[in-house]
């Protein structure tokens, strides 16, 4: 599968945005979904997953209640909505498929958050 992120850019402290990743092939419905973020000389860190179907969400402490990730199948897309953006949510963002939920082999490209104070 390959993948396609969206729809970042810069915003102050409070602000939204909503992340998208467009993904390839007829498959998609079948792969778990993960987004992904790297800070400026930090590691890359989860942010949230979503699995097949979308029963079964997960985020990480730092973003839980203020981001919200879905899938829409019939248009190959999942989406990240973040709210209440903070300074450190500044960074990298990547969407990520797998076939299981700790493991994403398939990686777009990246899009840039920066949250300004």
């Known amino acids: 599968v390959q993948l396609q992120a969206s729809g970042g850019g810069s915003v102050q402290a409070g602000g939204s945005l909503r992340l998208s990743c467009a993904g390839s092939?007829?498959?998609?419905?079948?792969?778990?979904m993960g987004w992904f973020r790297q800070a400026p000389g930090k590691e890359r860190n989860f942010v949230a997953r979503?699995?097949?179907?979308?029963?079964?969400?997960y985020y990480a402490d730092s973003v839980k209640g203020r981001f919200t990730i879905s899938r829409d199948d019939a248009k190959n897309t999942v989406y990240q909505q973040m709210n209440s953006l903070k300074p450190e949510d500044t960074a990298v963002y990547y969407c990520?498929?797998?076939?299981?939920?700790?493991?994403?082999?398939?990686w777009g490209q990246g899009t840039q958050v920066t949250v300004s104070s």
């Open positions: 990520a498929a797998g076939i299981a939920m700790s493991n994403f082999p398939y």
């Open positions: 092939g007829r498959t998609f419905s079948g792969y778990y």
């Open positions: 979503i699995s097949r179907g979308g029963s079964s969400i």
